[in-house]
Each structure stands twice: as C-alpha cells, then as structure tokens.
C-alpha cells in the first residue's frame, strides 16, 4: 500500500513539473516606469493599454464616474553572506550556514486614468524602495 502511495505521488509530482506555472512572467515582465513611458500614449484604448500592459491590479472610478486602473508590482531580493566570505542569492529555501543576510525590497505603482470615452488621459508612476 505504502509503495503504491508512494508511485501515486511521485507521478502527480511528474505531472506538475511538466505543467506550465500558475505564476504569469509574462506579465511581470510587462510592468515597468520604461513600459508605461514608452507604450502608453493618451488617447489609448482600454483595450491597447491591457494588450501593452497586461491587466491591472486595481479598476476603480475617480469622483466624475471615470476609470482608473492601478498596476503594482512588489520585487524583493535577498543576498547571504556566510562566514567563509561568500556570498550568494537565495530564491527559496532555507540555509544552515551562519553569516549575514540583506534584503532589499522595491514597489512600482502605475495609475492609469481614463477619460469619459475610455481613453487614456494620463499615466503616473511611483516607485521606492526600502
């Protein structure tokens, strides 16, 4: 019984490896202050703007009825350094060795706000890092 659980588990194991992501890079790569500079115009569509963008985080409405969309994206990076001077990133997992590590995070906000027609009228951005 216990070697077959064990076969059942390893092959959905399989399976999920072959699988695509549940995590869309394609989109993380879309969101950038460069993005929104260069490919969002005034006068875009909502449509355009989801096509160069991807969809966004938030839609809400300004107090005259009129869209504004928000795309955030929070990136953080860690780097250990051990005591035998090496240093190194980690992206998952936990680590037994002693040292150091610094952790830098940054947020991008992106605010899209559209006119009564459902164009663009203007693109803001705010970035930090802490």
Same mark, same amino acid.
């Given at each position: 019984m216990l #070697?077959? =659980?064990?076969c059942i588990? %390893? %092959?959905?194991?399989?399976?999920?490896?072959? /699988?695509?992501? %549940?995590?869309?890079?394609?989109? !993380?790569? #879309?969101? @950038?202050?460069? #993005?929104?500079q260069k490919d969002i115009k005034k006068g875009m569509s909502s449509a355009e703007?989801?096509?160069v963008m991807g969809s966004p985080n938030?839609? /809400?409405t300004d107090a005259e009825g009129r869209e504004v969309?928000?795309?955030d994206k929070i990136s953080t990076q860690q780097a250990y350094q051990?005591?035998?001077g090496g240093l190194s990133i980690i992206i998952a997992g936990i680590s037994g !060795? /002693?040292?150091s590590s610094v952790k830098n995070s940054r947020t991008l906000t992106i605010v899209v706000k559209f006119d009564s027609q459902n164009k663009v009228r203007d693109v803001s951005y705010r =970035? @930090?890092?802490f």
């Open positions: #070697k077959n =659980t064990m588990v %390893l %092959l959905s194991f399989s399976f999920f490896g072959c /699988s695509p992501s %549940l995590y869309n890079t394609q989109a !993380d790569e #879309k969101l @950038s202050v460069a #993005k929104a703007v989801v096509e938030v839609i /809400s969309w928000v795309y051990n005591s035998s !060795d /002693s040292g =970035t @930090s890092s």
